[in-house]
């Protein structure tokens, strides 16, 4: 079984920031109520932060507004806007060891994927949207008459950006990098269980020379600051990433005001493993797709599909794999898997293990707490999963692999569409018409084919279905923060 790792290799960092950031200036809340932020691994209260409520997010809207009504922001020289979004990534990138430790201490997440995942993703989506700055552009249109028919792609405005707790910097990154390059004014409101590494780069955005009112950041809960994020009449947009069920919430509180809304949602990602695959590749891709972050993605391959007649050898490599898994202090470098974000979640993690034991499911490894303190959960595998078992229709967000087995392709396609979800695919195979075929009809925004959660800021993601509305990253992420402008002028 997995074996505990002792020596912390990594010191704990200092958190420098636990304000509210409205027109540039670092404040306490109106209330002067705060919240604390847990250490998931210790269970321990790490700091109390400034807990934003309607008549902080009031005040932050309206910096927003002003800003982006009266410029310079949103009027100033693109690739100007650009060089600061620039400075910005650079920034990120000299602070880098302090982000991922304070990631870590946040999230829980083991220090080597804060190192080698999440920061250098953020940089390099700051990067790739701060080269975009100076390249948005319209089109002239040959319309019929004597015209001059152009579009501008302008601003869409002041952003509300709610993000969750799985990828707190990444994500922030995610929703800044596009309303930043197009000139958009943002309101964030980081998720209530980890606002640290957002409220460090609020620094550093400001460092960087990036002006008051640009970035605001509001943390609080979501039914209070989110919610009037969500009904303020003054913000044009709203960017969320989260559960399909505040999704609703939100399209709900939104629809007063018209707000543009982009949609980021969860999954029940298959994962299709065809008995010609590289089946050492597919094991390790299975495994990553799925225990990485602790479970807690939102792609993650929870559905692991396997061809009947390979399904022995590869149940028994992957649970070889899981128990390889070390579990332990996210601080020590030799931990691969750190601690669920919370005690709610843990208790959901859980409680879907005895679902899926109740179902008939055979509980292979995990299953259970590891250690007495910390929320971790040992990596579990299920097999012999059908397709109504809570666990293979339910997103869990842990640590929890359900395999199922199938018999051929025209089944297979079937049964990964069987879900409301629609956010992720994978399939393995050495058949490239069969790789095709599967990746044409899997009703998903990605699809991977022999190889597992490969992101890049170039290439767009977002969901089909009840996974998503609108697409983060690449081309397409920008499109959702413009508005589009037609502009016809008579030649006569
Ligand atoms: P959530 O969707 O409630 O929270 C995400 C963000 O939305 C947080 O910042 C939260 O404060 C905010 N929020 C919550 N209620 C709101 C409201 N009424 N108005 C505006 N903002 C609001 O997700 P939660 O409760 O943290 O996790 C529940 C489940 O959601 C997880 O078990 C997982 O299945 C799923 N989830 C999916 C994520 C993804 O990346 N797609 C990320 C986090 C959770
Ligand atoms: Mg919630």
Redesign the pocket.
């Known amino acids: 079984m997995a074996t505990v790792t002792e020596t912390a290799v990594v010191p704990v960092p200092k958190v420098r920031q636990t304000k509210i950031l409205i027109g540039g200036e670092w404040r306490d809340s109106v209330s002067g109520k705060t919240f604390d932020t847990v250490n998931p691994a210790t269970e321990e209260v790490i700091a109390s932060i400034a807990e934003g409520d309607k008549e902080d997010v009031d005040l932050a809207v309206a910096a927003a507004r002003k800003t982006f009504d009266s410029g310079p922001w949103s009027t100033m020289d693109a690739r100007d806007r650009g060089r600061l979004i620039m400075r910005l990534a650079d920034l990120v990138e000299s602070n880098a060891a302090e982000l991922a430790a304070l990631e870590t201490l946040d999230n829980g997440k083991p220090i080597n994927d804060s190192m080698a995942a999440d920061i250098p993703l953020v940089i390099d989506c700051l990067r790739y949207y701060a080269g975009w700055a100076d390249k948005i552009h319209g089109d002239t249109i040959p319309i019929r008459g004597n015209y001059f028919c152009y579009t501008r792609r302008e601003p869409i405005g002041v952003c509300g950006q ?5 990828f707190p910097a990444l994500m922030a990154a995610w929703k800044w990098g596009p309303a930043l390059a197009t000139g958009c004014t943002v309101v964030m ?5 980890t606002p640290l590494s957002c409220l460090r780069m609020g620094e550093l955005a400001l460092e960087a020379g990036i002006p008051e009112g640009v970035i605001n950041i509001v943390p609080g ?3 209070t600051a ?2 009037s ?2 009904k303020h009449p003054g913000v044009d947009k709203i960017a ?4 399909h ?2 999704a609703q ?2 399209m709900k ?1 939104a629809a007063m005001t018209l707000k543009r809304l982009t949609f ?4 029940k990602s298959p994962n299709v493993i065809f008995a010609d695959a590289d089946i050492d590749a597919a094991v390790a891709g299975a495994e990553f797709g799925l225990f990485f972050n602790q479970g ?3 792609c993650a391959g929870s559905r692991v599909f396997v061809q009947e007649s390979i399904k022995d050898e590869f149940v028994e490599k992957l649970v070889s794999r899981a128990h390889e898994r070390t579990l332990g202090n996210p601080f020590d470098t030799g931990t691969s898997q750190g601690p669920q974000i919370d005690q ?2 843990f208790d ?1 993690i859980l409680a879907y293990v005895e679902k899926g034991k109740a179902a008939g499911a055979d509980c292979l490894t995990g299953g259970t707490r590891f250690g007495n303190k910390g929320f971790f959960v040992e990596p579990t595998v299920f097999n012999n999963v059908t397709d109504d078992m809570p666990i293979a229709t339910d ?1 869990i ?1 842990g640590p929890v692999m359900s395999i199922l087995s199938f018999k051929d392709t025209d089944e297979i396609i079937r049964r990964s569409n069987n879900t409301f979800y629609g956010l992720a695919a994978a399939v393995w195979t050495r058949d490239v018409a069969k790789a095709h075929l599967y990746a044409k009809s899997v009703r998903a925004g990605t699809v991977w084919v022999n190889c597992y959660d490969v992101f890049d800021a170039a290439a767009p993601f977002g969901g089909f279905k009840m996974s998503g509305m609108g697409r983060e990253l690449g081309e397409a992420g920008l499109n959702n923060y413009t508005e589009l402008k037609t502009v016809t002028m008579s030649l006569d």
């Open positions: 709610i993000i969750p707790w799985n409101k980081p998720a209530e269980q809960y979501g039914p989110g919610a994020l969500v969320f990433t989260g559960e069920l505040t919430i939100i509180d980021e949602l969860g999954g807690q993605c939102c709610a979640q959901k997103e967000f």
